[in-house]
């Protein structure tokens, strides 16, 4: 248990039409609010958005770190909160997500991530597991929060 | 009458590349055969959820045309799901009652594999009983 959300990492991410947009081509998801501002409009949006679950899919914006300092499996250590250890390997335990406002392309965000829970599980596929939650706080350049995610990482050794 | 809708989906090896690579996400598990065969124990490349949960969100921000809003996702990983195996995302209405203008929509959500649950979970949906302001 964790008595109070303790932020780990903090990161601001333009959201460019290239990589959102890519996002949807990588999901398959042709939706034209994410492609055409005219359509969008018609969408009743301002202008294009950006996929859902681009936001929550990003947990950095810099363009490192080296490949010597990513763990063994890949991922770069500031993903994820230093509970988790460094040889475990991570999956996706699941995600409450609540969506505010929309994203849109061309608006700069702030991603505030944070530790808030950790506690073991049984699971019927993998033994037993190490859980890690995490909040990442989605805000806009007034502070406005945009997209709240609640992550569940299942952790094992 | 409940309103169902589903959406088949198949993420490729390659679709698993761009995620990660659009991500700037190295994890080994989702392009690197060989790393997650041999030293994570998959049979085949892993899914990220975060793909899985885009399909989710196709199908709901279109369940009653483009102006759907998408106001909640929550939803469990509960078995793994591997590229190339074919799923189906799906969502049921649970509630639908009148808001501000607005219908809001609770559904049963999830992703099934082989008939298998793969995702389970809930969402909420607005949608819009007029033309929308623009936000």
Same mark, same amino acid.
């Given at each position: &248990? !964790?008595?109070?959300?303790?932020?780990?990492?903090?990161?601001?991410?333009? !959201?460019?039409?290239?990589?959102?947009?890519?996002?949807?081509?990588?999901? /398959?998801?042709?939706?034209?609010?994410?492609?055409?501002?005219?359509?969008?409009?018609?969408?009743?949006?301002?202008?294009? !958005?950006?996929?859902? &679950?681009?936001?929550?899919?990003?947990?950095?914006?810099?363009?490192?770190?080296?490949?010597?300092?990513?763990?063994? /499996?890949?991922?770069?250590?500031?993903?994820?909160? /230093?509970?988790?250890?460094? /040889?475990?390997?991570? &999956?996706?335990?699941?995600?409450?997500?609540?969506?505010?406002?929309?994203?849109? !392309?061309?608006?700069?965000?702030?991603?505030?991530?944070?530790?808030?829970?950790?506690?073991?599980?049984?699971?019927?596929?993998?033994?037993?597991?190490?859980?890690?939650?995490?909040?990442?706080?989605?805000?806009?350049?007034?502070?406005?929060?945009?997209?709240?995610?609640?992550?569940?990482?299942?952790?094992?050794? | 009458?409940?309103?169902?809708? %589903?959406?088949?989906?198949?993420?490729?090896?390659?679709?698993?590349?761009?995620?990660?690579?659009?991500?700037?996400?190295?994890?080994?598990?989702?392009?690197?055969?060989?790393?997650?065969?041999?030293?994570?124990?998959?049979?085949?490349? =892993?899914?990220?959820?975060?793909?899985?949960?885009?399909?989710?969100?196709?199908? =709901?921000?279109?369940?009653?045309?483009?102006?759907?809003?998408? #106001?909640? =996702?929550?939803?469990?990983?509960?078995?793994? #799901?591997?590229?190339?195996?074919? #799923?189906?995302?799906?969502? %049921?209405?649970?509630?639908?009652?009148?808001?501000?203008?607005?219908?809001?929509?609770? =559904?049963?959500? @999830?992703?099934?594999?082989? @008939?298998?649950?793969? #995702?389970?979970?809930?969402?909420?949906?607005?949608?819009? %009983?007029?033309?929308?302001?623009? @936000?």
């Amino acid at each position: &248990m !964790i008595s109070s959300p303790v932020e780990f990492h903090r990161f601001t991410l333009p !959201i460019d039409a290239v990589p959102a947009r890519r996002f949807a081509y990588a999901a /398959d998801d042709l939706n034209p609010a994410y492609f055409d501002d005219a359509l969008a409009r018609r969408a009743g949006y301002e202008r294009a !958005i950006a996929p859902p &679950m681009y936001v929550c899919s990003m947990f950095d914006h810099s363009a490192g770190p080296p490949e010597h300092e990513l763990r063994g /499996d890949g991922v770069a250590p500031v993903f994820f909160p /230093d509970v988790v250890a460094r /040889d475990a390997a991570l &999956m996706g335990g699941g995600q409450v997500v609540e969506f505010l406002a929309p994203v849109y !392309i061309g608006d700069t965000v702030e991603v505030v991530r944070s530790l808030v829970d950790r506690y073991r599980k049984a699971s019927r596929h993998f033994g037993t597991l190490e859980f890690v939650v995490v909040e990442s706080r989605v805000l806009d350049e007034d502070d406005r929060l945009l997209v709240r995610v609640v992550d569940t990482l299942a952790t094992r050794r | 009458m409940t309103t169902e809708r %589903r959406l088949v989906k198949q993420p490729s090896t390659v679709s698993l590349f761009r995620m990660s690579a659009v991500m700037w996400n190295a994890h080994r598990v989702h392009f690197d055969l060989a790393y997650a065969t041999e030293v994570e124990g998959h049979p085949g490349l =892993l899914v990220p959820a975060n793909l899985l949960s885009s399909y989710l969100c196709e199908l =709901l921000m279109s369940w009653a045309g483009p102006t759907t809003r998408l #106001v909640r =996702l929550s939803f469990q990983n509960r078995a793994p #799901v591997y590229a190339g195996t074919t #799923v189906t995302a799906w969502g %049921r209405e649970v509630t639908r009652a009148p808001a501000d203008g607005a219908d809001v929509v609770d =559904l049963e959500i @999830g992703i099934d594999r082989d @008939g298998v649950p793969a #995702v389970t979970g809930t969402a909420r949906v607005l949608l819009p %009983r007029a033309a929308p302001a623009a @936000g």
